[in-house]
C-alpha cells in the first residue's frame, strides 16, 4: 500500500510560479514511476508529467511543456512539480500518482494504482 499526499497548491495570477510536492509512504518509494495528472471542472483528469523511477526520464504533457517541470527526491519519497509561467486554465485539482516502472503508456491514468487527494491550483487572470 502506498500513501501520497499532495502540497503546495494555492491561489496565484497568471505568470506566477507554484511547486507542488506529494509526499509518499508506504512500500519503497524508488520502485513506483510517479505522476501528476490535473482535472478541471467539468473535464476528465488530464495527464501533466511523469517520471521514472531514478528521475532519468521524464514526460510531460504538450500544454506544459517548456514551463513545468517534474523532479523527484528518492530519499526524501517525495516527487515534485515546478510550475511556471502559470495560465488560467492551468485551474485545477492536481493529482499525484504512482505506478509500476513498466506497462501501459505513462499518459494513462489506468499505468497508476495509488492516487492522492489532490490539491487545488487556481490562476487568475
Known amino acids: 500500500q502506498v500513501q501520497l499526499v499532495e502540497s503546495g497548491g494555492g491561489l496565484v495570477q497568471a505568470g506566477d510560479s507554484l511547486r507542488l510536492s506529494c509526499s509518499a509512504s508506504g512500500r519503497t518509494f524508488s520502485s513506483y514511476t510517479m505522476a501528476w495528472f490535473r482535472q478541471a471542472p467539468g473535464k476528465e483528469r488530464e495527464f501533466v508529467s511523469a517520471?521514472?523511477?531514478?528521475?532519468?526520464?521524464?514526460d510531460y504533457a504538450d500544454s506544459v511543456k517548456d514551463r513545468f517541470t517534474i523532479s523527484r527526491d528518492n530519499a526524501k519519497s517525495t516527487v515534485y512539480l515546478q510550475m511556471n509561467s502559470l495560465k488560467p486554465e492551468d485551474t485545477a485539482v492536481y493529482y499525484c500518482?504512482?505506478?509500476?516502472?513498466?506497462?501501459?503508456?505513462?499518459?494513462?491514468?489506468?499505468?497508476?494504482?495509488?492516487w492522492g487527494r489532490g490539491t487545488q491550483v487556481t490562476v487568475s487572470s
Open positions: 517520471i521514472s523511477r531514478s528521475g532519468g526520464y521524464t
Open positions: 500518482a504512482s505506478g509500476p516502472p513498466s506497462g501501459i503508456t505513462l499518459s494513462s491514468p489506468n499505468r497508476y494504482n495509488y
